[in-house]
């Protein structure tokens, strides 16, 4: 009832959240208590969560921000949602807002309309999982799930002062998690420190038969290991993320945490990533490819808006779909279809493939000499409402330090490290596969 009061008190102006689920809370937090008095409790038994509205909800609107999906009721349960609510017996509060099919920077994209970072409420949260931290920042849920295909857990969680995580691709199920660009997408949680995402993502995370790209291996114990020193860790610090470009203020902050980092007993060195200038536009060809083939399935007939009055079959793809998606999405399925379509899908998509490749070479070079890499995380603090929308090429290079670890499949998150202007930034760490325990160590020396 805490957070269900906060919630109604102050959600009105922050439009975190499309759902409120708060009989099902209720019924969840009573049976949270019978488990607890029978001593059948896990870590997660009773804690309240909330959920982006990618994930399937059995019997909850699940819109994913959308037109097309506002009247959809899924029918079953996400893994993820699974996990944490079934099995874990956390105690779901609601779906976040979110940028439309968790495609945007700044959480305007949503067919509910904007959503307003807590730090300032005429500045974005950061997207596409805006609304999960403007939830989790103004003390409405304690912690959230999110999304990442390209940055989406981890710049937001910047700029609204949250941790949040990214694990390796395949280690969280995405089996029920409405997808955008399949082979990026990949959840995670953002919190407040990186403990709790260490006790969520634990439960999150595990292999899962009904996720094809889902890997079979043990889920490390990410809480047992944030104690341990990080005395002799060796920190690459890319040169290419610490160019032209970065607010010197961001910069001055993240100097600071390398200092600490220091003082803990790490060592610390340049490294080069020399293919990551080139990670936006690769990313800008294979998320949109993938997209217009995942959103091809929102035809008016299987799920979704149909639009009314319809003739012919043709006129009831073409409106649905006109009606359905916004414009960002628009955008997205004719940039896909355009690099895939026949003459050009040599030259854009089988391209940006080889590229992805050589990204990803840079990492592993770079995991010879050193255990993570450090970086920012965003450019620069929250911008305004408004500053970005018009212009789809501002806005894609808000994730120009975060996309690279996308297309590598490498976890990564982001810590809050200070403020500049009375604004949060973040660093971010990336790891090598399956180091998100690690990042969760360091993190948790750091904070
Ligand atoms: N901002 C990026 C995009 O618009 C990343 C989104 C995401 O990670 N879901 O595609």
Redesign the pocket.
């Known amino acids: 009832t805490h957070f269900l009061g906060r919630i109604e008190a102050h959600d009105a102006r922050l439009n975190s959240f499309i759902t409120v689920t708060a009989d099902r809370a209720l019924a969840a937090a009573d049976a949270a208590d019978a488990r607890l008095a029978a001593g059948d409790a896990g870590p997660l038994t009773g804690i309240p969560l909330a959920q982006k509205d990618i994930f399937c909800t059995d019997g909850v609107r699940t819109s994913c921000a959308s037109k097309m999906l506002d009247r959809f009721i899924a029918p079953y349960d996400a893994t993820v949602v699974r996990k944490l609510h079934v099995e874990g017996g956390a105690v779901m509060l609601g779906k976040c807002n979110m940028d439309e099919f968790?495609?945007?920077?700044s959480n305007e994209t949503s067919w509910y309309g904007p959503v307003h970072n807590p730090w300032d409420l005429e500045r974005v949260p950061g997207?596409?999982s805006g609304g999960s931290v403007a939830a989790v920042a103004a003390g409405l849920a304690p912690a959230a799930t999110a999304?990442?295909?390209?940055?989406?857990i981890r710049q937001p969680a910047a700029l609204t002062g949250l941790t949040g995580i990214k694990p390796t691709y395949g280690r969280v199920s995405r089996y029920g998690m409405i997808a955008?660009a399949s082979s990026l997408d990949q959840a995670g949680v953002v919190a407040h420190t990186a403990e709790d995402a260490a006790t969520v993502l634990h439960a999150m995370a595990g292999f899962d038969p009904l996720d094809s790209t889902s890997l079979d291996r043990e889920v490390d114990d990410y809480s047992a290991g944030l104690g341990e020193s990080i005395k002799g860790l060796r920190i690459g610090l890319p040169s290419e993320y610490f160019a032209e470009g970065l607010d010197p203020a961001v910069r001055s902050s993240i100097e600071v945490a390398i200092k600490q980092f220091e003082a803990l007993g790490a060592t610390v060195k340049e490294i080069s990533l020399p293919n990551s200038p080139l990670s936006v536009p690769t990313y800008y060809v294979v998320?949109p490819a993938e997209a217009s083939s995942n959103l091809a399935r929102f035809d008016g007939a299987r799920y979704g808006h149909r639009a009314e009055g319809v003739k012919t079959l043709e006129e009831m793809y073409k409106r649905s779909r006109g009606e359905g998606f916004g414009a960002e999405v628009q955008r997205r399925i004719m940039i896909g279809t355009y690099v895939l379509s026949h003459g050009y899908y040599d030259a854009y998509y089988l391209k940006a493939q080889k590229v992805r490749r050589l990204i990803y070479d840079d990492f592993r070079r770079a995991f010879e000499d050193v255990d993570v890499v450090l970086g920012p995380t965003t450019p620069a603090p929250a911008f305004k409402l408004g500053d970005k929308s018009e212009d789809p090429v501002a806005m894609y290079l808000n994730?120009i330090y975060t996309i690279a670890a996308n297309l590598a499949g490498l976890p990564a998150m982001s810590v809050p490290c200070g403020l500049v202007d009375g604004l949060p930034v973040g660093m971010q760490l990336i790891g090598n596969f399956f180091e998100e325990g690690r990042l969760l160590n360091v993190a948790h020396q750091y904070q």
């Open positions: 968790a495609m945007g920077s997207g596409s999304t990442d295909t390209g940055g989406s955008f998320a994730d």
